[in-house]
């Protein structure tokens, strides 16, 4: 029988995050067919979403766009990166090519790096990206401050150009690159509430506010801290690998509870817009309390997005950075009702879709 290979981008959690929802809908839907994971996110951040045993190997295949946090973006780096790991173009598509032929791969999926689908392309495999941006998309931007972006938004863009199907997701950009589209609804699913095993893992109080800072990395100094330990209304969380030791902060660790669970339980979440926590806290009918981000072509469309689906307010950086979340808090309390509301099943869709593909 042969099997789905599925390539997930590493630039940030939201990625996996819906891969992993595509992902466990492809086991219901199929449980006897094989799938492998090629990525470099954590393993046991893959392990704390799949419901069902999956291979997982290590692989990166794009770079994305190297950041100093969760809020800002180096791209002195990130150009620096992306000319490093080109320079292995050729050998890492070769590298693919044969994986994919010993493997016995059917169809190949990406979110979205394009070396894998170049792979698949050459050695004549049935190759589907899925994603709510195009990395030509969001590098062209940079190109006006730096012209040795035009070689990878060309390079992404061929790639794209010769993809058999692009399943885009909610909150995307046109994506025009790609010549056979369809539109998938939400992926994520809600969470359980587990507010009372929460609230004695973490030694949390279940009568207050509780509000989750959802960053990979967020630089906090001393004094930011020391405002948050002023929200006496609130207890303040964060998830695993996020901590500041010896905080007000309670972090969770993965092993207690999966993110989903732990966003159904908070009462409010403050974070940068990315794909992954703006479609959970949809699915969860969270209130979201959002920083701007720069360097960040997916800005606006995310934050189009949280302005219909999510009830919501805005933090200056300058806030979140000082730990002054008071006044985004009772903005967050006092938000109305989404005008909207997106409909649901985009995961089950998407899985059908590689299916069919499969062979």
């Known amino acids: 029988m042969k099997k789905i290979a599925y390539y997930i981008t590493a630039h940030g959690y939201g990625h996996g995050t819906r891969s992993c929802d595509i992902l466990n809908a492809l086991q219901a839907a199929a449980p006897d067919v094989s799938i492998i994971i090629k990525t ?40 620096e990166a992306i000319e490093t790991l080109y320079k292995r173009e050729e050998e890492l598509i070769a590298q693919e090519m044969a994986f994919l032929q010993e493997e016995n791969v059917g169809v190949v999926v990406a979110d979205i790096p394009a ?15 899925t994603g709510n941006f195009g990395w030509d998309w969001i590098y062209s931007e940079f190109i006006g401050h730096d012209p040795r972006w035009q070689i990878y938004v060309d390079k992404f863009r061929a790639v794209y150009e010769r993809t058999d199907l692009l399943m ?49 990395t967020l630089n906090l100094d001393a004094h930011a801290l020391e405002n948050l330990s002023h929200l006496r209304r609130c207890d303040v969380f964060a998830v695993e690998p996020l901590e500041w030791p010896g905080s007000v902060v309670r972090t969770i660790s993965r092993s207690t509870a999966s993110f989903a669970d732990v966003l159904a339980s908070m009462d409010c979440v403050v974070t940068k817009p990315g794909f992954g926590i703006v479609s959970e806290c949809i699915a969860n009918d969270k209130p979201i309390i959002y920083a701007d981000r720069e360097n960040f072509r997916e800005y606006p469309v995310l934050v189009e997005s949280i302005e219909h689906y999510c009830r919501n307010a805005f933090i200056p950086t300058t806030d979140l950075y000082a730990g002054n979340l008071g006044r985004a808090l009772e903005q967050a309390e006092k938000a109305t009702a989404p ?11 998407a899985a059908r879709h590689i299916l069919e593909r499969l062979g």
Do not use: Y
């Open 115 to 129: 070396i894998p689908l170049a792979a698949a392309q050459r050695a004549g495999i049935p190759n589907i990206a």
């Open 168 to 216: 885009r997701q909610p909150f995307a950009e046109p994506m025009s690159a790609f010549p056979n589209q369809i539109d998938l609804p939400l992926l994520a699913k809600p969470g359980i509430n587990r507010r009372s095993e929460l609230s004695q893992a973490a030694g949390a109080d279940p009568e207050k506010q509780w509000v989750l800072l959802s960053f990979t």
């Open 339 to 349: 005008p909207e509301q997106m409909p649901r099943g985009g995961a089950e869709i």
């Open 40 to 79: 470099d996110l954590p393993v046991d951040f893959i392990a704390s979403r799949i419901t069902h045993g999956i291979e997982h190997r290590c692989g990166a295949f794009d770079v994305g766009l190297i950041q100093q946090d969760s809020i800002q973006i180096d791209l002195e780096a990130s150009i």
